[in-house]
Structures are given as structure tokens and as C-alpha cells.
């Protein structure tokens, strides 16, 4: 049966081409070809949308793909030049801390325990930081904490790994203090606002100007003890001012400190009593 056909088709095609444009064979196939056109025309409109529909969906597929993969992409990049801009304030921040060690501003009889913070101030009415250093790195309370730009606060509690911190602008925080250019003492207070402390129990006689600089005095001054050394930076007085009532001038004090970004601390541990 298939031999047959083959043979057949042979012949056929042999026929085909040694007849005449006009002979029957290419007469059947211009026929052929005018029944079927149509259909195939029809067929291939009827086709078209669903393979451009293919194609769009296709193309839609890989692209939503590729804007995945782009996307992880990105996010990964940026998570690195995060990553690497938070190394690099890390790793500036702890060149301050260490050239502010070994100036001659660091004061004599304390050592150091630099360290960072852990936790930030949870309320706006306990200025409180968590820091990763505690009794096991000889920190105690009452020990002072300080940055390269000035006082930070006190250690009010320890644990063997970390310490809290009380800061300056907490409502519970006192420094005695003075002014630089003048020795006009007082006690360094919560101000009005986060930004701002108060210089309080100024005599009204004393000389104190704006740009004035206020720093630990390292002396007691009323009940106050002070627990800090002597010379330590606080701030820059903003303003001064005084009333025919008041026993004391009015004087408001700019941190030195920037407390919106505390990372890296200094705890001053006093040499005698270290350990």
C-alpha cells in the first residue's frame, strides 16, 4: 500500500513537470490553491490575536521577571552602600572617641570604656539611653558618660554587659558647672525643651555673655556633689537675662551634644575606683 503510494506520487510529480503550465495537473493545482487561499487567510486572522496574545503574555512573563530580579538587585545594593555609609560613621565616630582619649582635654585620674548605644530614649519624658558596657568592663554608677563633644550623662544602672545612661537633658539630671571665661558657678538643668538646659543659681552679679562656654566645675555647689571632672564641655549659652525679683540670672544653655544622634559614648571610669 505505501509502495504503491510512492510510486503513485512519483508519477505524479513526474507528470507534473514535463507537462505544460496549461496541463491538467498545474490547471488542479491553480484550483487547489484559490479553494484553499481563503481558509488559510481566515485561519491566520483568526489565529493572529491569539499569538500576539502569546506573545504579549510571554513578554509580560519575562519582563515582570526581570523587573523582579532588577528590583532584588537594587534593594542589595542599597542595603551594601547602607551598610557601608553606617561603617563609615562607625568607623569615624570611633576615631573621634579615641582621639578625644588621647588629647589633653581627657582628664587625668579616669580611665575609659568606650562603647555604643543599645537603646535610645523610649519617652519623651525619661531621657534614657542603654549602652553595650556594664560592670564586667569595670563601669559603675554614678559614672560619667561623654562624647568628643562634651557631657552625655550619668550611668544610674549596671549589668554584668551593659549600663543605663541618664542624660543631661533628663528632668532628674543636675552638673554642677561654671562659666569658661568667667568661673560664674551654677547647676546645669533640664531647660524648657529637649534642645536646651537651664544654668540656674547664677549670682546676678556675675559676668555671663551669649557664646559663653559652660563646662563641668568638678566642685560641689549647694547639695549638689558634682560627679563629674572638672573641664568637661556642656554647652554655649544662648541667652542671658535677669528681673529685679529673681534671686538668680535666667540663663539658657545649648548642648554641645547632638542626643538625636548618640552611637558611640565614652564611660569615665575614676582610677580608684576602678575594678
Known amino acids: 500500500m505505501a509502495l504503491g503510494l510512492v510510486i503513485l506520487s512519483l508519477a505524479l510529480v513526474t507528470v507534473y513537470f514535463r507537462e ?110 542603654v549602652v553595650a558596657a ?38 532628674q539630671s543636675a552638673a554642677s558647672a561654671l562659666v569658661l571665661e568667667t568661673q560664674a558657678a551654677g547647676i546645669v538643668l533640664r531647660g524648657p525643651s529637649d534642645e536646651s538646659l537651664d544654668l540656674d543659681r547664677v549670682a546676678k552679679t556675675a559676668r555671663v555673655e551669649p557664646g559663653n562656654i559652660v563646662v563641668t566645675s568638678g566642685a560641689r555647689v549647694g547639695k549638689y556633689e558634682s560627679l563629674f571632672p572638672y573641664g568637661i564641655p556642656i554647652g554655649l549659652v544662648e541667652s542671658v537675662s535677669q528681673r529685679d525679683v529673681d534671686l538668680f540670672k535666667r540663663i539658657q544653655v545649648a548642648p554641645l551634644v547632638d542626643f538625636d544622634s548618640l552611637h558611640e559614648v565614652v564611660v569615665l571610669v575614676e582610677k580608684r575606683r576602678k575594678g
Open 134 to 171: 556594664g560592670s564586667s568592663d569595670g563601669v559603675r554608677v554614678d559614672d560619667p558618660v561623654v562624647t568628643p563633644e562634651g557631657l552625655a550623662g550619668t550611668v544610674t544602672e549596671v549589668t554584668p554587659n551593659s549600663a543605663k545612661v541618664r542624660l543631661i537633658t533628663d528632668p
Open 20 to 129: 505544460s503550465s496549461g496541463g491538467a495537473l498545474h490547471e488542479a493545482q491553480r484550483i487547489a490553491v484559490s479553494i484553499l487561499t481563503p481558509f488559510e487567510v481566515a485561519a491566520e486572522r483568526v489565529a493572529r490575536p491569539f499569538q500576539d496574545a502569546y506573545g504579549w503574555t510571554t513578554d509580560l512573563l519575562s519582563a515582570k521577571d526581570e523587573n523582579e530580579e532588577l528590583q532584588k538587585e537594587v534593594e542589595a545594593l542599597r542595603q551594601q552602600v547602607v551598610a557601608n555609609e553606617t561603617a563609615a560613621q562607625e568607623n569615624e565616630e570611633l576615631k573621634e572617641l579615641l582621639q578625644f582619649v588621647r588629647g589633653k582635654e581627657f582628664p587625668d585620674d579616669f580611665d575609659h570604656v568606650a562603647t555604643r548605644v543599645l537603646i535610645q530614649p523610649q519617652t519623651v519624658f525619661r531621657h534614657e539611653v
